[in-house]
């Protein structure tokens, strides 16, 4: 674990150089203990990959003073007892049907699959969550079957429908509201990822588990999806 300084209110706790489990367990974990033993001085955390972005106020503690706090916190999780993160599982529901899968045929004609074939490996897979950004609730999602690595769009959407299911490298995405974006979208959630109530504003946080549970098209406007987001 390291500590950056960014501005004289914020610090970078980067916590390894590599994309996987054993990282992400180690943010979760770190950013738990923040929150929990930091509370009074913290302004925002925004974690990612393997970092985490901490403001504090400077009317509750100094830059040194949060340092050696943090220092403290961050040596006591290096020499605890290794336990597995106790991470919250979601299943959300996705409709990989035609009307919302608006590259599926283009994905299984690039990598030689059916639609069948590309909708088991999706769902097949549990996922972990590696960073919530670029737009409140978007969570990264990682990793995706090999057999599903697909690039980024060449020319992006200016509009993608809330709720969409975008598959890029070796990762998966959900847009929670319209924005642009280039990822190749695969299927589409009736569930809303935003939520303002909770201390992320996502339905997820990082290090949750999520897999998905394809729905037909009756079950999924029954959830309340729609075809008409734009």
Not at 181 to 206: C, H, K
Request: proline content about 5%; aromatic content about 6%.
């Amino acid at each position: 674990m390291q500590l950056q300084s960014v501005n004289e209110n914020t610090l970078l706790i980067s916590l390894g150089d590599e994309i996987g489990d054993a990282v992400a367990q180690r943010v979760r974990q770190l950013l738990d203990a923040i929150r929990c033993e930091l509370a009074e001085c913290v302004i925002d955390l925004v974690p990612s990959y393997s970092s985490i972005l901490l403001s504090f106020d400077l009317r509750q503690i100094d830059r040194l003073g949060m340092l050696s706090r943090l220092q403290a916190l961050m040596q006591r999780l290096e020499h605890a007892e290794d336990r597995p993160l106790e991470a919250r599982e979601l299943v959300l529901p996705v409709y990989y049907g035609e009307e919302v899968a608006l590259d599926m045929a283009a994905i299984c004609q690039h990598l030689g699959l059916s639609t069948d074939e590309v909708i088991a490996l999706h769902s097949g897979v549990s996922y972990r969550v590696y960073a919530i950004g670029f737009s409140p609730g978007f969570a990264f999602l990682g990793n995706t079957d090999p057999r599903l690595c697909m690039p980024r769009k060449a020319t992006p959407r200016l509009k993608v429908p809330r709720g969409s299911l975008g598959i890029a490298d070796n990762q998966t995405a959900i847009y929670p509201s319209v924005t642009p974006g280039g990822w190749q979208l695969i299927g589409r959630t009736p569930r809303q990822m935003i939520d303002w109530n909770s201390r992320s504003l996502a339905l997820m946080e990082v290090g949750d588990r999520v897999r998905f549970e394809p729905v037909s098209r009756q079950e999924y406007l029954s959830l309340g999806g729609q075809f008409d987001e734009l």
